[in-house]
């Protein structure tokens, strides 16, 4: 309720600001486990997406973003949850399962931090890890906008990655590295799908 509540809020207060378009909502599965994975450039990108997405997102946050108990109590009354970018977080893993085993959509970055253009070596093996272990399909969104007021914010959604399909036998640490790999140029291809409208 309270999700709800917010990003209706959210809607009025800035789609008068950033006109958001959505191309490919058809890939997008209205039920079952998901991991939403984006490109990332501005910390209004889980803001954007939140506002254009069908379903609740639990989005996996820099834990820099709790250290104020105010923010913190909001961010997890949004199902927000903190993640240690710098080592290997079991805590946010644990959490990120536990929101995919419940059959709900768990959004996060696959580099970790905000960049302007795509670099492969920024992948992080986690994504492919969670969406491996859990069995939940990744649905990569491209995010092209200059975030400045009155000017376009367009989702570009592509169609969901089963990885059990793009691997055969269980996956070595290299494995789950290259996997992110490629999920991430998926990502970043979608952008053709702007070109080409």
Same mark, same amino acid.
């Given at each position: ?33 998901l991991v939403v ?77 905000r960049v302007k253009?795509?670099?492969?070596? @920024?992948? &992080? ?6 969406? #491996?272990?859990? !069995?939940?399909?990744? =649905?990569?969104?491209? $995010? %092209?906008? @200059?975030? &400045? ?6 989702? #570009?959604?592509? !169609?969901?990655?089963? =990885?059990?399909?793009? $691997? %055969? ?29």
């Amino acid at each position: 309720m309270f999700y709800s509540v917010v990003r209706t809020i959210a809607k009025f207060i800035l789609i008068p600001f950033y006109r958001i378009k959505v191309y490919g909502r058809e890939n997008i599965p209205l039920d079952g486990r998901l991991v939403v994975c984006s490109n990332h450039a501005s910390n209004w990108d889980p803001i954007f997406i939140s506002i254009a997405f069908p379903r609740q997102i639990s989005w996996m946050g820099k834990k820099e973003l709790f250290k104020n108990d105010v923010i913190a109590y909001l961010l997890k009354k949004l199902t927000v949850f903190p993640v240690d970018r710098d080592g290997s977080d079991v805590g946010a893993i644990k959490n990120a399962l536990k929101v995919l085993k419940a059959e709900n959509t768990l959004g996060l970055f696959p580099e970790g931090t905000r960049v302007k253009s795509m670099d492969l070596n @920024n992948a &992080k093996s986690g994504v492919a890890l969670l969406g #491996y272990k859990s !069995k939940a399909p990744i =649905l990569p969104i491209f $995010i %092209e906008s @200059n975030y &400045k007021m009155f000017n376009r914010v367009n989702l #570009y959604i592509g !169609k969901p990655v089963d =990885l059990h399909e793009m $691997i %055969e036998g269980r996956p070595s640490p290299d494995d789950y590295l290259d996997l992110s790999k490629k999920i991430l140029y998926k990502i970043y291809d979608l952008k053709s799908m702007g070109e080409d409208s």
